[in-house]
Protein backbone atom coordinates (compact mmCIF):
# COMPACT_ATOMS: atom_id res chain seq x y z
CA UNK A 1 0.00 0.00 0.00
CA UNK A 2 1.18 3.60 -0.66
CA UNK A 3 2.44 5.59 1.88
CA UNK A 4 -1.17 6.97 3.54
CA UNK A 5 -0.31 10.89 3.67
CA UNK A 6 1.06 10.74 0.09
CA UNK A 7 -1.88 9.20 -0.78
CA UNK A 8 -4.78 11.71 1.21
CA UNK A 9 -2.11 14.09 -0.32
CA UNK A 10 -3.04 12.93 -4.08
CA UNK A 11 -6.78 12.33 -3.73
CA UNK A 12 -7.03 16.17 -2.63
CA UNK A 13 -5.48 17.35 -5.97
CA UNK A 14 -8.22 15.01 -7.82
CA UNK A 15 -10.97 17.59 -9.16
CA UNK A 16 -13.66 15.12 -8.86
CA UNK A 17 -13.11 14.56 -5.01
CA UNK A 18 -13.13 18.16 -4.15
CA UNK A 19 -16.25 18.54 -6.36
CA UNK A 20 -18.01 15.61 -4.82
CA UNK A 21 -17.28 16.76 -1.21
CA UNK A 22 -18.83 20.56 -2.22
CA UNK A 23 -21.90 18.70 -3.83
CA UNK A 24 -22.27 16.47 -0.51
CA UNK A 25 -22.27 19.82 1.06
CA UNK A 26 -24.82 21.52 -0.96
CA UNK A 27 -27.38 18.77 -0.84
CA UNK A 28 -26.47 18.52 2.89
CA UNK A 29 -27.67 22.22 3.07
CA UNK A 30 -30.74 22.28 1.38
CA UNK A 31 -31.80 19.12 3.25
CA UNK A 32 -31.26 20.45 6.89
CA UNK A 33 -33.88 22.95 6.31
CA UNK A 34 -36.32 20.13 7.03
CA UNK A 35 -34.63 19.38 10.45
CA UNK A 36 -34.67 23.18 11.57
CA UNK A 37 -37.72 23.70 10.93
CA UNK A 38 -39.78 23.03 13.98
CA UNK A 39 -36.75 25.57 15.43
CA UNK A 40 -38.13 28.38 13.04
CA UNK A 41 -41.79 30.80 14.36
CA UNK A 42 -44.69 29.89 11.26
CA UNK A 43 -44.97 33.65 11.14
CA UNK A 44 -41.44 34.68 10.00
CA UNK A 45 -41.94 32.85 6.46
CA UNK A 46 -44.28 35.88 5.39
CA UNK A 47 -42.24 38.35 7.40
CA UNK A 48 -39.00 37.92 5.04
CA UNK A 49 -40.28 36.98 1.95
CA UNK A 50 -39.27 33.44 1.75
CA UNK A 51 -42.29 32.48 -0.27
CA UNK A 52 -40.42 33.54 -3.32
CA UNK A 53 -37.44 31.26 -2.48
CA UNK A 54 -38.33 28.43 -5.25
CA UNK A 55 -37.82 31.51 -8.11
CA UNK A 56 -34.73 32.28 -6.76
CA UNK A 57 -33.43 28.02 -6.58
CA UNK A 58 -35.00 28.41 -10.37
CA UNK A 59 -32.64 30.87 -11.35
CA UNK A 60 -29.77 29.68 -9.37
CA UNK A 61 -29.82 26.09 -10.89
CA UNK A 62 -29.94 27.18 -14.21
CA UNK A 63 -27.16 29.90 -14.17
CA UNK A 64 -25.04 27.38 -12.23
CA UNK A 65 -25.58 24.59 -15.16
CA UNK A 66 -24.34 27.68 -17.56
CA UNK A 67 -21.43 28.62 -15.52
CA UNK A 68 -20.17 25.06 -14.25
CA UNK A 69 -20.21 24.16 -18.37
CA UNK A 70 -18.56 27.51 -19.11
CA UNK A 71 -16.00 26.80 -16.56
CA UNK A 72 -14.82 23.08 -17.37
CA UNK A 73 -14.66 24.76 -21.27
CA UNK A 74 -12.53 27.47 -19.98
CA UNK A 75 -10.09 25.24 -18.03
CA UNK A 76 -9.69 22.91 -20.68
CA UNK A 77 -9.29 25.37 -23.38
CA UNK A 78 -6.18 26.29 -20.79
CA UNK A 79 -4.52 23.28 -20.34
CA UNK A 80 -4.49 22.89 -24.61
CA UNK A 81 -3.43 26.35 -24.34
CA UNK A 82 -0.82 25.73 -21.87
CA UNK A 83 0.88 22.31 -23.22
CA UNK A 84 1.14 23.89 -26.99
CA UNK A 85 2.67 27.18 -25.62
CA UNK A 86 5.03 25.69 -22.99
CA UNK A 87 5.10 21.76 -22.25
CA UNK A 88 2.64 19.10 -21.43
CA UNK A 89 3.78 18.88 -18.27
CA UNK A 90 2.48 22.08 -17.02
CA UNK A 91 -1.03 20.85 -17.94
CA UNK A 92 -1.07 18.51 -14.20
CA UNK A 93 -0.05 21.72 -12.18
CA UNK A 94 -3.21 24.00 -13.62
CA UNK A 95 -5.29 21.07 -12.91
CA UNK A 96 -4.20 20.65 -9.51
CA UNK A 97 -4.95 24.52 -9.19
CA UNK A 98 -7.26 24.67 -6.33
CA UNK A 99 -8.50 27.92 -6.61
CA UNK A 100 -10.11 26.78 -10.13
CA UNK A 101 -10.99 23.55 -8.62
CA UNK A 102 -12.66 25.20 -5.72
CA UNK A 103 -14.82 27.31 -8.23
CA UNK A 104 -16.01 25.00 -10.24
CA UNK A 105 -16.65 23.09 -6.97
CA UNK A 106 -18.56 25.63 -5.86
CA UNK A 107 -20.39 25.47 -8.98
CA UNK A 108 -21.68 22.13 -8.91
CA UNK A 109 -22.62 22.17 -5.19
CA UNK A 110 -24.35 25.64 -5.81
CA UNK A 111 -26.78 23.57 -8.54
CA UNK A 112 -27.30 20.88 -6.75
CA UNK A 113 -28.26 22.51 -3.94
CA UNK A 114 -30.47 24.59 -5.82
CA UNK A 115 -31.78 21.28 -7.36
CA UNK A 116 -32.40 19.32 -4.11
CA UNK A 117 -34.77 22.66 -2.81
CA UNK A 118 -36.75 22.70 -5.65
CA UNK A 119 -37.45 18.82 -5.31
CA UNK A 120 -38.14 19.08 -2.08
CA UNK A 121 -40.28 22.07 -2.71
CA UNK A 122 -42.50 20.88 -4.45
CA UNK A 123 -43.02 17.79 -2.94
CA UNK A 124 -44.30 19.76 0.14
CA UNK A 125 -41.71 18.70 2.66
CA UNK A 126 -40.33 22.19 4.11
CA UNK A 127 -43.70 24.07 4.96
CA UNK A 128 -43.58 27.63 5.82
CA UNK A 129 -40.67 27.08 8.58
CA UNK A 130 -38.73 25.30 6.60
CA UNK A 131 -39.31 27.45 3.61
CA UNK A 132 -36.97 30.37 5.93
CA UNK A 133 -34.21 28.03 6.50
CA UNK A 134 -34.08 27.14 3.00
CA UNK A 135 -34.19 31.03 2.14
CA UNK A 136 -31.52 32.00 4.40
CA UNK A 137 -29.29 28.94 3.31
CA UNK A 138 -30.40 30.62 -0.25
CA UNK A 139 -28.75 33.76 0.54
CA UNK A 140 -25.45 32.20 2.14
CA UNK A 141 -25.35 30.77 -1.12
CA UNK A 142 -25.42 32.91 -3.52
CA UNK A 143 -23.27 34.90 -1.24
CA UNK A 144 -20.24 32.13 -1.48
CA UNK A 145 -21.22 32.47 -5.19
CA UNK A 146 -20.60 36.13 -5.60
CA UNK A 147 -17.25 35.81 -3.77
CA UNK A 148 -16.05 32.61 -5.77
CA UNK A 149 -16.78 34.20 -9.07
CA UNK A 150 -15.14 37.40 -8.36
CA UNK A 151 -11.64 35.35 -7.51
CA UNK A 152 -12.64 32.96 -10.57
CA UNK A 153 -12.67 36.07 -13.03
CA UNK A 154 -9.52 37.23 -11.53
CA UNK A 155 -8.00 33.65 -12.16
CA UNK A 156 -9.17 33.19 -15.80
CA UNK A 157 -7.03 36.65 -16.63
CA UNK A 158 -4.08 34.62 -16.38
CA UNK A 159 -4.67 30.69 -15.44
CA UNK A 160 -2.40 29.09 -18.39
CA UNK A 161 -0.45 31.43 -19.67
CA UNK A 162 2.81 31.25 -20.25
CA UNK A 163 4.04 33.42 -17.37
CA UNK A 164 1.68 31.55 -14.75
CA UNK A 165 3.36 28.66 -16.17
CA UNK A 166 6.35 29.27 -15.41
CA UNK A 167 5.38 31.09 -12.34
CA UNK A 168 3.63 27.39 -11.50
CA UNK A 169 6.23 25.43 -12.45
CA UNK A 170 8.62 27.68 -10.36
CA UNK A 171 6.72 27.16 -7.13
CA UNK A 172 6.82 23.63 -7.52
CA UNK A 173 10.59 23.57 -8.23
CA UNK A 174 11.07 25.71 -5.12
CA UNK A 175 8.61 23.49 -3.05
CA UNK A 176 10.12 20.29 -3.82
CA UNK A 177 13.89 21.58 -3.51
CA UNK A 178 13.65 23.62 -0.44
CA UNK A 179 12.60 20.32 1.16
CA UNK A 180 15.57 18.91 -0.06
CA UNK A 181 17.54 21.50 1.26
CA UNK A 182 16.16 20.79 4.73
CA UNK A 183 17.11 17.28 4.23
CA UNK A 184 19.23 16.36 1.48
CA UNK A 185 18.65 12.66 1.87
CA UNK A 186 14.99 12.63 2.76
CA UNK A 187 15.70 12.35 6.12
CA UNK A 188 17.85 8.97 6.27
CA UNK A 189 21.89 9.10 6.18
CA UNK A 190 23.81 10.11 3.21
CA UNK A 191 24.91 6.47 1.00
CA UNK A 192 28.88 7.45 -0.12
CA UNK A 193 30.51 4.43 -1.27
CA UNK A 194 29.21 1.57 -3.43
CA UNK A 195 25.92 0.17 -1.61
CA UNK A 196 25.90 -3.75 -0.13
CA UNK A 197 25.77 -6.42 -2.77
CA UNK A 198 23.87 -9.05 -0.30
CA UNK A 199 20.67 -8.47 -1.16
CA UNK A 200 19.12 -6.54 -4.24
CA UNK A 201 15.00 -5.39 -4.23
CA UNK A 202 13.49 -4.86 -7.65
CA UNK A 203 10.72 -2.72 -8.72
CA UNK A 204 7.53 -5.04 -9.44
CA UNK A 205 6.43 -2.24 -11.87
CA UNK A 206 7.75 -0.35 -14.72
CA UNK A 207 7.48 3.79 -14.52
CA UNK A 208 8.81 6.33 -12.78
CA UNK A 209 9.56 6.66 -9.10
CA UNK A 210 6.97 9.03 -7.57
CA UNK A 211 7.56 8.65 -4.02
CA UNK A 212 9.27 7.42 -1.12
CA UNK A 213 8.39 6.11 2.00
CA UNK A 214 11.24 6.24 3.74
CA UNK A 215 9.36 5.95 7.33
CA UNK A 216 8.28 2.67 6.07
CA UNK A 217 12.18 1.54 5.21
CA UNK A 218 13.38 2.25 8.14
CA UNK A 219 10.70 0.47 10.09
CA UNK A 220 11.08 -2.27 8.10
CA UNK A 221 15.42 -1.99 8.37
CA UNK A 222 14.62 -1.71 12.35
CA UNK A 223 12.99 -4.44 12.52
CA UNK A 224 15.62 -6.80 10.79
CA UNK A 225 18.58 -4.93 12.42
CA UNK A 226 20.16 -4.15 8.89
CA UNK A 227 20.27 -0.88 6.86
CA UNK A 228 18.69 -0.58 2.86
CA UNK A 229 20.30 1.55 0.68
CA UNK A 230 18.51 3.23 -1.74
CA UNK A 231 19.33 3.41 -5.47
CA UNK A 232 16.52 4.54 -7.38
CA UNK A 233 15.44 8.59 -6.31
CA UNK A 234 12.65 10.14 -6.67
CA UNK A 235 12.15 11.32 -10.89
CA UNK A 236 13.93 7.87 -11.15
CA UNK A 237 12.53 5.10 -14.39
CA UNK A 238 13.16 1.75 -12.85
CA UNK A 239 11.72 -1.58 -14.21
CA UNK A 240 11.93 -5.01 -13.19
CA UNK A 241 15.05 -6.04 -13.62
CA UNK A 242 17.61 -3.17 -12.22
CA UNK A 243 17.46 -2.66 -8.26
CA UNK A 244 15.64 0.13 -6.70
CA UNK A 245 17.49 -0.59 -2.87
CA UNK A 246 19.82 -2.87 -1.83
CA UNK A 247 20.13 -4.59 1.85
CA UNK A 248 22.53 -5.91 4.12
CA UNK A 249 20.47 -8.58 5.30
CA UNK A 250 18.49 -11.70 3.59
CA UNK A 251 15.12 -10.58 3.35
CA UNK A 252 11.77 -12.67 3.31
CA UNK A 253 8.72 -12.25 0.18
CA UNK A 254 7.05 -10.38 2.96
CA UNK A 255 10.03 -7.75 3.53
CA UNK A 256 10.69 -7.84 -0.32
CA UNK A 257 7.30 -6.52 -1.03
CA UNK A 258 7.21 -4.24 1.81
CA UNK A 259 10.62 -2.76 0.19
CA UNK A 260 8.81 -2.45 -3.20
CA UNK A 261 5.44 -1.11 -1.69
CA UNK A 262 7.63 2.13 -0.23
CA UNK A 263 8.50 3.07 -3.51
CA UNK A 264 5.28 4.40 -5.63
CA UNK A 265 5.79 3.80 -8.95
CA UNK A 266 3.58 5.26 -11.52
CA UNK A 267 3.51 6.33 -15.64
CA UNK A 268 4.79 9.99 -15.02
CA UNK A 269 6.98 12.01 -13.00
CA UNK A 270 5.75 14.16 -9.82
CA UNK A 271 7.12 17.10 -8.50
CA UNK A 272 6.82 17.03 -4.94
CA UNK A 273 9.58 14.66 -3.74
CA UNK A 274 11.49 15.40 -7.11
CA UNK A 275 13.59 18.71 -7.39
CA UNK A 276 15.00 17.85 -11.09
CA UNK A 277 11.50 17.67 -12.19
CA UNK A 278 10.36 20.88 -11.76
CA UNK A 279 13.78 22.26 -13.39
CA UNK A 280 13.88 19.79 -16.29
CA UNK A 281 9.94 21.23 -17.11
CA UNK A 282 11.22 25.01 -16.64
CA UNK A 283 13.71 23.99 -18.96
CA UNK A 284 11.66 22.68 -21.34
CA UNK A 285 9.45 25.50 -21.49
CA UNK A 286 13.04 27.80 -22.68
CA UNK A 287 13.65 24.99 -24.84
CA UNK A 288 10.07 25.27 -26.60
CA UNK A 289 10.29 29.09 -26.53
CA UNK A 290 13.43 29.29 -28.20
CA UNK A 291 11.79 26.53 -31.20
CA UNK A 292 11.54 28.22 -34.62
CA UNK A 293 8.04 28.10 -34.75
CA UNK A 294 7.53 30.21 -31.49
CA UNK A 295 10.66 31.84 -31.67
CA UNK A 296 10.25 33.66 -27.85
CA UNK A 297 13.42 34.37 -26.22
CA UNK A 298 12.29 36.93 -23.88
CA UNK A 299 10.54 33.45 -22.40
CA UNK A 300 13.39 31.51 -22.56
CA UNK A 301 15.59 34.52 -20.63
CA UNK A 302 12.83 34.69 -18.00
CA UNK A 303 12.92 30.63 -17.57
CA UNK A 304 17.03 31.17 -16.71
CA UNK A 305 15.44 33.86 -13.78
CA UNK A 306 13.35 31.43 -12.56
CA UNK A 307 15.87 28.71 -12.65
CA UNK A 308 18.49 30.61 -10.64
CA UNK A 309 16.10 31.36 -7.91
CA UNK A 310 15.67 27.59 -7.62
CA UNK A 311 18.97 26.31 -7.62
CA UNK A 312 19.81 29.00 -5.68
CA UNK A 313 18.18 27.25 -2.30
CA UNK A 314 21.01 25.06 -2.17
CA UNK A 315 23.37 27.50 -1.48
CA UNK A 316 21.56 29.50 1.83
CA UNK A 317 23.08 29.06 4.91
CA UNK A 318 23.08 26.41 7.05
CA UNK A 319 23.09 26.95 10.83
CA UNK A 320 23.15 23.11 11.62
CA UNK A 321 23.43 20.19 9.94
CA UNK A 322 20.23 18.14 8.72
CA UNK A 323 18.32 15.96 11.31
CA UNK A 324 18.68 11.97 10.99
CA UNK A 325 15.13 10.77 11.32
CA UNK A 326 15.66 7.53 9.44
CA UNK A 327 19.22 6.48 10.63
CA UNK A 328 19.02 2.87 9.28
CA UNK A 329 18.58 4.05 5.74
CA UNK A 330 20.90 5.65 3.15
CA UNK A 331 20.09 7.71 0.05
CA UNK A 332 22.23 9.27 -2.22
CA UNK A 333 21.98 13.14 -2.23
CA UNK A 334 21.49 15.08 -5.07
CA UNK A 335 24.51 15.81 -7.59
CA UNK A 336 25.19 19.52 -8.52
CA UNK A 337 26.04 18.64 -11.87
CA UNK A 338 22.99 16.43 -13.05
CA UNK A 339 20.91 19.73 -11.34
CA UNK A 340 22.90 21.74 -13.86
CA UNK A 341 22.93 19.42 -16.69
CA UNK A 342 19.73 19.25 -16.07
CA UNK A 343 18.90 23.26 -16.42
CA UNK A 344 21.08 24.43 -18.84
CA UNK A 345 22.10 22.54 -21.42
CA UNK A 346 18.57 21.61 -23.23
CA UNK A 347 18.79 25.92 -23.18
CA UNK A 348 22.18 26.01 -24.74
CA UNK A 349 21.45 23.47 -27.20
CA UNK A 350 18.21 25.03 -28.53
CA UNK A 351 19.42 28.47 -28.05
CA UNK A 352 22.81 28.24 -29.32
CA UNK A 353 22.32 30.48 -32.57
CA UNK A 354 20.57 33.55 -30.57
CA UNK A 355 23.30 36.23 -28.93
CA UNK A 356 20.54 37.30 -26.58
CA UNK A 357 19.86 33.35 -25.37
CA UNK A 358 23.79 32.62 -25.27
CA UNK A 359 24.77 35.93 -22.69
CA UNK A 360 22.09 35.46 -21.12
CA UNK A 361 23.16 32.02 -20.41
CA UNK A 362 27.10 32.72 -19.75
CA UNK A 363 25.54 35.65 -17.02
CA UNK A 364 23.17 33.24 -15.43
CA UNK A 365 26.02 30.77 -15.09
CA UNK A 366 27.99 33.44 -13.63
CA UNK A 367 25.32 34.65 -10.86
CA UNK A 368 25.29 31.02 -10.21
CA UNK A 369 29.61 30.52 -9.74
CA UNK A 370 29.61 33.04 -7.44
CA UNK A 371 26.90 31.46 -4.29
CA UNK A 372 28.59 29.54 -1.61
CA UNK A 373 28.01 26.29 -2.60
CA UNK A 374 31.54 24.07 -3.21
CA UNK A 375 30.27 22.39 -6.75
CA UNK A 376 28.17 24.97 -7.82
CA UNK A 377 31.56 27.25 -9.41
CA UNK A 378 32.88 23.82 -11.30
CA UNK A 379 29.36 23.06 -12.80
CA UNK A 380 28.81 26.45 -13.81
CA UNK A 381 32.46 26.71 -15.52
CA UNK A 382 31.43 23.36 -17.18
CA UNK A 383 28.14 24.04 -18.40
CA UNK A 384 29.61 27.51 -19.72
CA UNK A 385 31.96 25.55 -21.79
CA UNK A 386 29.38 23.40 -23.57
CA UNK A 387 27.65 26.34 -24.35
CA UNK A 388 30.39 27.75 -26.06
CA UNK A 389 31.14 24.64 -27.78
CA UNK A 390 27.14 24.80 -29.24
CA UNK A 391 27.63 28.40 -30.27
CA UNK A 392 30.73 27.88 -32.19
CA UNK A 393 28.58 25.56 -34.40
CA UNK A 394 25.40 27.81 -34.55
CA UNK A 395 26.70 31.46 -34.81
CA UNK A 396 27.99 32.80 -38.12
CA UNK A 397 29.62 36.12 -36.84
CA UNK A 398 33.02 36.41 -35.01
CA UNK A 399 32.08 39.05 -32.94
CA UNK A 400 29.47 37.50 -31.69
CA UNK A 401 31.35 34.64 -30.02
CA UNK A 402 34.06 37.01 -29.16
CA UNK A 403 31.24 38.48 -26.79
CA UNK A 404 30.20 34.80 -26.00
CA UNK A 405 33.91 34.01 -24.65
CA UNK A 406 34.36 37.54 -23.39
CA UNK A 407 31.33 36.89 -20.56
CA UNK A 408 32.60 33.19 -19.89
CA UNK A 409 35.99 34.06 -19.11
CA UNK A 410 34.26 36.07 -16.35
CA UNK A 411 33.03 32.73 -14.55
Same mark, same amino acid.
Given at each position: ?????????????????????????????????????????????????? +? $???? &? @????????? /? =????? *???????????????????????????????????????????????????????? +? $???? &? @????????? /? =????? *???????????????????????????????????????????????????????????????????????????????????????????????????????????????????????????????????????????????????????????????????????????????????????????????????????????????????????????????????????????????????????????????????????
Amino acid at each position: MPNLRWLITELARRLWVRASIFAVAGIFTAIIGIALAPLIPVDWSGRIGA +D $SVGN &V @LQILASSML /A =VTTFS *LATMVSAYASASSATTPRVAELLIQDSSAQNALATFVGSFLFSLVGIIALNAGVYG +D $SGRV &V @LFVGTIGVI /A =VIVVT *LLRWIDLLARFGRVGDAIDRVEAAAVHAMRARWKHPCIGARMRVGPPPTLAAVTSARIGYVQHIDVEALERLAAVAGGEIHVEALPGAFVDTANPIAWLDFTPDEAAIDAVRAAFNVGARRSFDQDPRFGLIVLSEIASKALSPAINDPGTAIATMAALVRVLAILAEYREHESEIFYPHVFIPALAVDDLFDDAFSPISESGAGTLAVGIRLQKTLRALSVFEHPEFRAASRHQSRLALARARHALALAEDMARLEGESSAI
